[in-house]
Each structure stands twice: as structure tokens, then as C-alpha cells.
């Protein structure tokens, strides 16, 4: 592991080590909630390496691609999560770990950033960019609007409620253009501030890097399988409901490297990258990693569409316009994340009720 600094060695042995814990528990029979526990640090830390490995072979390919291809390839834990949890019929948690990931990041990580930065900035406003979080308002309201038709269609009984499926493929080939048609121009237009906080160049050679990017990856597709074994018998332990499992736990665990990576460059005075690094998250969960899995899961026995409780559209359409409201014109105060950070706190009470 030539390379790579002594924290990063002590780290790539942390995730193995509770990798390997997550499989004896999975497989030797211990209690549902420490299976499940073990499970959960397991994945952020995998989540870790492979958000770590993309970077350093991005690195060899500018700053646009490198946030693309790190935003891509760091959903991969999450993208195996909601695949297990469709094939076991896990619909809720399926749907709620997607929405939980925009909810989470658009409003309890966008709200801390927003408060660290505005503390650190001498007149209490922390400013950046307009155009990112316009660009990502934009794709987050494509996307409600996508699945707000499909919940009106479907309170109303009218014919299209009988195609859901269909139309929601449909929405999905449609929002994945879209996207495309903005992701292009962005990674090969002039370059965005370089991604989370890191060397100007590459520090661990090419050859480690893609291994650790494998590694983790096919890591993740293990230890998803086993948190989504742990997961209902431990939340039926721990009286939790699926929607807060999915909404809460799997989402926060799942993007935990953006998470901490946003807040600290927040810390450092960085707004337009600590912005940028929760924004991209948010606009490729909502208008690529959704449709992307609406059109994977096509062949499993439950396939994910865009049809929603309508609680979480109200909560989806209200989140767009907050988030448009406090960041669109480049600027927000601490209260402002404080705001954001109380809806994403009174929306997960909602769910320990659902």
C-alpha cells in the first residue's frame, strides 16, 4: 500500500476489519441489532474507499471529471442497497433510502454547511456560486414534478393510474437525458473549483487505486446484501419502521464521506467547493441514481417506480423550493441552515410514525 499516508493505512484496515465482522455476524448467527450495527459501519466505510479510490483516478482526468466520476461510482453502496432491497421485497425501504439520500443532503447537510460556513464568514453570510444550485433546483423540480404526476394520476384513478410502471419508465428514459444534457456541457465547460479538498495531484499510484476502487465496490455489493438481512429483523427489534430505517439510517450511512467531507470544507472557509460537493450529490441521486434503478429493477418481481406516499411528494415539492428559496441567489445566513436542518429533523420524527 505504498502511497498512501499512515491514516489512510489505518483507515483501510478499519473498513476491512468491520467488513469482516459484518460477515461473521451476517453468517454466524449473532443478534439481529449488531449484525445490523456492524453492517451499517461497514458501509460507510467502504463507501469511504471507494469515494477515496475514484479520486485518485479521477485525478488523472481534471476536475469536472473527477466530480463526476466520484458522485457516480461513491452511489455504488447505495445503488446496491436498493437493488437487494427490491429483490427481497423491501419496497419501502427501497423507495425511502432514495429519497432519504435527497432529504438528508438537501436539507441536514446542506443546513450544517450552511451554518459552519456562514459562522466562519466574517459578516455571518456564507456566499458561493448561483449557478450549481440553480442548475440542481432545476433537476430536483423535474424530478417532483415527475412524481407528483404519477401520485395525482393515482389519487384520482383516472386511466394512467392502471400504467404506472410504463410511465414511469417512460419519466425515467426522459429525467436520465435531461440529466445528460446538462452533466455533458458541465464536465467540458471551463473548470469547477477542484472536488473535496484534495492534493493538487495524484498520491497513491494508478495500478492501487483501480484495486481499491474494485475492492470496494464488489465489497459493497457483499455487505449490502448483509445489511439488508440484518435490517428488518433488527428494526422490528428495535420497534423502528421501515420508512425511518430507509429515510434515516441507510441514507446517512450510505453518503457519510459527502457528509463529513462537505461540513469540513465548509470548516475551512470553502464555500464553493462545500456547496458543490452536497449539490452534486443531491442532482445525480434525484435525476440519475432514481431513474437509473427504475429501469434496472424492471426485471424483479417488485420494480421501483415513481409512485410515492404522498406525504414525501408534499415533503419532495416543499424541500425543491426551500432549498431553490435559501441558495439560488448565492448566499445564505446561519439561520437559514438551522431552517433547513429542522424540516429534515421533524420529517424523520414523521417517519418513526409511518
Given at each position: ?283 445525480q441521486i434525484a435525476a440519475f441514481l432514481f431513474p437509473l434503478l427504475v429501469l434496472i429493477s424492471l426485471p424483479f418481481a417488485t420494480p421501483l417506480t415513481f409512485a410515492i406516499s404522498p406525504v414525501y411528494v408534499g415533503a419532495l415539492a416543499l424541500m425543491a423550493i426551500a432549498v431553490w ?30
Amino acid at each position: 500500500m505504498g502511497g498512501l499516508s499512515r491514516n489512510a493505512r489505518l483507515a483501510l484496515v478499519g473498513v476491512v476489519a468491520f467488513t469482516a465482522l459484518s460477515g461473521v455476524g451476517r453468517y454466524a448467527g449473532w443478534t439481529p441489532v449488531l449484525a445490523f450495527a456492524l453492517a451499517t459501519a461497514a458501509l460507510a466505510g467502504l463507501a469511504w474507499v471507494v469515494s477515496f479510490a475514484t479520486e485518485q483516478v479521477g485525478e488523472r482526468l481534471g476536475p469536472a471529471a473527477t466530480g463526476l466520476l466520484q458522485s457516480t461510482v461513491g452511489n455504488l453502496p447505495e445503488l446496491f442497497v436498493v437493488l437487494f432491497a427490491i429483490d427481497k421485497g423491501e419496497t419501502v425501504v427501497a423507495q425511502t433510502s432514495i429519497l432519504g439520500s435527497i432529504f438528508a443532503n438537501a436539507m441536514l447537510v446542506l443546513g450544517l454547511v450552511i451554518v459552519v460556513g456562514a459562522r466562519r464568514s466574517r459578516d455571518g453570510i456564507m456566499r458561493f456560486s448561483r449557478q450549481l444550485p440553480r442548475d440542481t433546483a432545476t433537476l430536483l423540480l423535474l424530478t417532483v414534478f415527475i412524481i407528483a404526476v404519477v401520485a395525482l394520476s393515482l389519487s384520482s384513478h383516472d386511466k394512467a393510474s392502471h400504467h404506472v410502471q410504463g410511465v414511469s419508465v417512460v419519466a425515467a428514459v426522459v429525467l436520465l437525458i435531461v440529466y445528460l444534457t446538462w452533466v455533458v456541457p458541465y464536465v467540458r465547460g471551463p473548470a469547477p473549483p477542484t472536488p473535496v479538498g484534495r492534493a493538487t495531484g495524484p498520491r497513491v499510484g494508478i495500478a492501487l487505486a483501480v484495486v481499491l476502487l474494485v475492492a470496494g465496490g464488489v465489497g459493497s455489493a457483499f455487505v449490502s446484501d448483509w445489511f439488508i438481512n440484518a435490517l428488518r429483523p433488527a428494526i422490528d427489534r428495535l420497534n423502528l419502521t421501515a420508512a425511518f430505517a430507509g429515510l434515516v439510517i441507510v441514507a446517512i450511512a450510505g453518503n457519510a464521506v459527502e457528509n463529513v467531507a462537505g461540513v469540513v470544507l465548509a470548516h475551512k472557509g470553502k464555500s464553493d467547493l462545500a456547496i458543490s460537493v452536497v449539490k452534486n450529490s443531491v442532482s445525480q441521486i434525484a435525476a440519475f441514481l432514481f431513474p437509473l434503478l427504475v429501469l434496472i429493477s424492471l426485471p424483479f418481481a417488485t420494480p421501483l417506480t415513481f409512485a410515492i406516499s404522498p406525504v414525501y411528494v408534499g415533503a419532495l415539492a416543499l424541500m425543491a423550493i426551500a432549498v431553490w428559496q435559501i441558495t439560488g441567489d448565492g448566499e445564505a445566513a446561519a439561520f437559514e441552515g438551522f431552517a433547513l436542518i429542522a424540516l429534515y429533523v421533524v420529517l424523520a420524527a414523521l417517519t418513526l410514525y409511518e
